[in-house]
């Protein structure tokens, strides 16, 4: 079935820095992918919609010059938290469809702290 | 009223209970629904798919109801390993590009 990888799986950051979350869908091509946030005891909530070779759909609320997404290949979107501050510590999820039956695919999940 | 609805619970309920979950989604032109089930702080892990026919694997049954905008998921013989948070996915627009996930109905099954 269709497999998706996210890395890192968590990470520790200062305030202010920048940190780069990677997704790759491992054995087919998703002209599309997806990020998610969840924040404890809360649902996923989407953050945008990661587009190949265009721009990324934000959600109304989500800053796009603070959450950078690039899709440059059809298997790897990644999205780069810039800046970061404590309250953008979560739980930052990528799921991308091959459009099959299986629906659509989680990567593993990136928890960020940032203290 | 938001897009789609789950009852949070939690449900707790003791071994070799059956237990039934609803969602509500509020747009009629959506496509395509899902059952996610998510362990605590680990990824959402496709359930199963839900289909206007209804469909079974195993102890898990869904059903659609496009008429009053629900879905159901029924667990069968709950298991210690089937607690869990289960999400409801509703997806529409061109493509099925937007999706919606319900916030979750958390279950306890306890010996």
């Known amino acids: 079935g269709a497999v998706v990888s996210q890395h890192p799986s968590r990470v520790i950051c200062k305030s202010g820095t920048s940190v780069k979350i990677e997704c790759r869908s491992l054995?087919?091509?998703?002209?599309?992918m997806f990020w998610y946030r969840q924040f404890p005891k809360q649902s996923l909530m989407l953050m945008a919609t990661?587009?190949?070779?265009?721009?990324?759909?934000?959600e109304q609320g989500v800053e796009k010059d603070k959450f950078l997404i690039n899709h440059a290949s059809l298997t790897l979107s990644t999205l780069t938290v810039t800046s970061a501050h404590p309250e953008d510590s979560s739980f930052y999820i990528c799921?991308?469809?091959?459009?099959?039956?299986?629906?659509?695919?989680f990567g593993s999940g990136t928890r960020l702290t940032v203290v | 009223r938001k897009e789609v609805e789950q009852d949070p619970g939690p449900f707790n309920v003791p071994e070799g209970a059956t237990v039934a979950f609803n969602c509500t989604y509020s747009?009629?032109?959506?496509?395509?629904f899902f059952w996610y089930r998510q362990d605590c702080r680990k990824e959402p892990k496709l359930l199963m798919s839900?289909?206007?026919s209804g469909n079974e694997d195993g102890r898990f049954t869904a059903q659609l109801n496009r008429a009053s905008q629900y879905i159901s998921l029924l667990i069968r013989d709950s298991k210690l390993s089937d607690s869990a948070t289960y999400l409801c996915?509703?997806?529409?627009?061109?493509?099925?590009?937007?999706?919606?996930f319900g916030a979750g109905t958390r279950l306890f099954v306890k010996a």
């Open positions: 799921s991308a469809t091959d459009r099959g039956p299986s629906g659509y695919t």
């Open positions: 054995d087919f091509q998703a002209t599309t």
């Open positions: 990661s587009n190949e070779g265009s721009k990324a759909t934000y």
């Open positions: 747009n009629s032109a959506s496509q395509s």
């Open positions: 839900v289909y206007s």
């Open positions: 996915v509703v997806t529409s627009g061109t493509g099925g590009f937007k999706t919606i």
